[in-house]
T-cell receptor, first 109, second 113 residues
Framework: GQNIDQPTEMTATEGAIVQINCTYQ??????LFWYQQHAGEAPTFLSY????GLEEKGRFSSFLSRSKGYSYLLLKELQMKDSASYLC??????????FGAGTRLTVKP | EAQVTQNPRYLITVTGKKLTVTCSQN?????MSWYRQDPGLGLRQIYY???????DKGDVPEGYKVSRKEKRNFPLILESPSPNQTSLYFC????????????FGPGTRLTVL
């Protein structure tokens, strides 16, 4: 089977930094995605990693280690609007996608 | 405006009554996909299409059908809906046939009684 694991919930304080981890065990791997989903809305794309290392995009960064089957999403200077679910997804070899169950992040003042 | 549209947005139906959820994108995207989202399970892929007339099963295809006769449209068909298909459904598209950033539709909340 395909396993993609991420914490169910996290809480952080406005202005702080939070790291959301994702581990995966899949039969194929052709890239890892992070999406943000606010309650009641559709997911929106945040980042994509296919090679090992860190990808930075403004306040958000994503890291990948293929040998460890591990990724994290780093959110800096947290804002209240960052309260949302964060979805980790792996593109398998056949171009199909597997998502983790998502991490619900609550940002508190 | 570049977008993915789905219809209907909300639907309550009864077991066994065939239904179709439409999905259309105006971005000339090659890749389209259907997902269902259930609490605690996250997004699960139902079917995907890398281009016109090319469709493949995702993780949970049982009980669903799709077709891709035109590039812009990718309808999801439930021939005989059952209560376990009650879910939130999302359609998504990606620019190339090799899926990258996906743009999601607003979702269709389906209840099967």
């Amino acid at each position: 089977g395909q396993n993609i694991d991420q914490p169910t919930e996290m809480t952080a304080t406005e202005g702080a930094i939070v790291q959301i981890n994702c581990t995966y065990q899949t039969s194929g791997f052709n890239g890892l995605f992070w999406y943000q989903q606010h309650a009641g809305e559709a997911p929106t794309f945040l980042s994509y990693n296919v090679l090992d290392g860190l990808e930075e995009k403004g306040r958000f960064s994503s890291f990948l280690s293929r040998s460890k089957g591990y990724s994290y999403l780093l959110l800096k200077e947290l804002q209240m609007k960052d309260s949302a679910s964060y979805l980790c997804a792996v593109r398998l070899g056949n171009n199909d996608m597997r998502f983790g169950a998502g991490t619900r992040l609550t940002v508190k003042p | 405006e570049a977008q993915v549209t789905q219809n209907p947005r909300y639907l309550i139906t009864v077991t066994g009554k065939k239904l179709t959820v439409t999905c259309s994108q105006n971005m000339n995207h090659e890749y389209m996909s259907w997902y269902r989202q259930d609490p605690g399970l996250g997004l699960r892929q139902i079917y995907y299409s890398m281009n016109v007339e090319v469709t493949d099963k995702g993780d949970v295809p049982e009980g669903y059908k799709v077709s891709r006769k035109e590039k812009r449209n990718f309808p999801l068909i439930l021939e005989s809906p059952s209560p376990n298909q009650t879910s939130l459904y999302f359609c998504a598209s990606s620019r190339t046939s090799w899926v990258h950033e996906q743009f999601f539709g607003p979702g269709t909340r389906l209840t099967v009684l």
